[in-house]
C-alpha cells in the first residue's frame, strides 16, 4: 500500500483531497489546527486518567482474563498449524500418487 501525505490542515483527508487549505487564510489555518490540536489533546488526558482508574480498579481482573484467553487462543493457534501441516502433507501424499499414475 502507498503512503499518501495527508493535508496540512491535520484532516485525515489525503494532500490530493483536501478541504480547500490552499485557498484558506493561512491566520484561519492555524486557528482552526490549534483549535483541532486542544480537543485532540483534551481527549488524550481524559482518556489517560481514566485508563488509571481503571488500571487500579479492575486491572488484576483483567489480567486474569488476559491469561485466560492467552492460554486459550495459544492452543487454538497451536490446532490450526497441526491442521495446516496435515493437510500438506495430504497435499505433498496426493501429488506423489497423481505422479506416479501419470507416469505409467
Not at 493561512?26 to 489517560?48: R, V
Request: with cysteine; aromatic share 8%; glycine share 4%.
Amino acid at each position: 500500500m502507498e503512503d499518501v501525505e495527508n493535508c496540512a490542515c491535520g484532516s485525515s483527508k489525503s494532500y490530493d483531497q483536501c478541504c480547500g487549505c490552499e485557498t484558506m487564510d493561512p491566520i484561519q489555518h492555524a486557528m482552526m489546527a490549534w483549535h483541532k490540536a486542544f480537543f485532540a489533546a483534551h481527549h488524550d488526558a481524559l482518556t489517560e486518567r481514566m485508563r488509571k482508574r481503571i488500571e487500579a480498579t479492575y486491572g488484576p481482573t483483567m489480567d486474569k482474563a488476559a491469561d485466560a484467553v492467552f492460554e486459550t487462543i495459544g492452543k487454538v493457534w497451536s490446532s490450526m498449524l497441526t491442521q495446516s501441516e496435515a493437510k500438506k502433507d495430504l497435499a505433498s501424499k496426493l501429488q506423489k500418487i497423481f505422479s506416479e499414475t501419470s507416469k505409467r
